[in-house]
């Protein structure tokens, strides 16, 4: 009863409510977004995006669905914004450092855990790269179904997609996972 008491109150415009959940939502928010972005600052973007249009729009919030489904189905358009983005403008970044040297360079050392790290290093960007590989919605319902735990009704409205679709998407996502990666395990 609290939620819905916040809810309309955040729904009214009292700012302290609104706060409230942020500070309720945030983090689950940020998980979400680091997870389809892969990258700390984009995923920092994605929530202060999405906090702004869920203020812009808090009005139209209908109650239908939870606050945290609805926060999420407009983190998922977000980080699917930003993704399709990024696509089109920032290829092959990730393999250089800011002053342009691969970054595999700066693993060079003397330590003797230097092969170990070397490995998790090429392990992480591997399974990047396969990631990165995906569509984006097939990455998004990867995330949300794999990581985040969501159920196929959850996903579906949030991609604008029937079940059916859904469940296609994520069996071609893990197979596409799964040729990426073979060969790790």
Request: proline share 3%; charged share 30%.
């Amino acid at each position: 009863m609290a939620g819905t008491v916040a809810v309309a109150q955040a729904r009214a415009g009292e700012p302290d409510t609104f706060r409230l959940l942020v500070e309720q939502h945030s983090r689950a928010l940020f998980r979400l977004a680091y997870r389809m972005t892969g990258n700390e600052q984009d995923a920092e973007d994605v929530v202060q995006e999405t906090l702004l249009r869920a203020h812009r729009h808090m009005g139209s919030f209908e109650e239908r669905s939870s606050m945290a489904t609805w926060l999420h189905r407009i983190a998922t358009n977000c980080a699917l914004d930003l993704l399709r983005q990024r696509q089109r403008h920032d290829k092959g970044r990730e393999s250089e450092d800011p002053e342009g040297h691969p970054i595999v360079e700066r693993l060079a050392g003397h330590e003797p855990a230097q092969d170990r790290l070397f490995f998790n290093v090429q392990v992480k960007k591997r399974i990047e790269s396969a990631m990165a590989r995906l569509t984006p919605t097939e990455r998004t319902a990867f995330v949300l179904r794999h990581f985040e735990g969501r159920g196929l009704d959850e996903i579906a409205p949030a991609l604008g997609l029937r079940v059916g679709a859904v469940k296609n998407t994520i069996f071609r996502a893990v197979a596409k996972l799964r040729r990426e990666l073979e060969g790790l395990a």
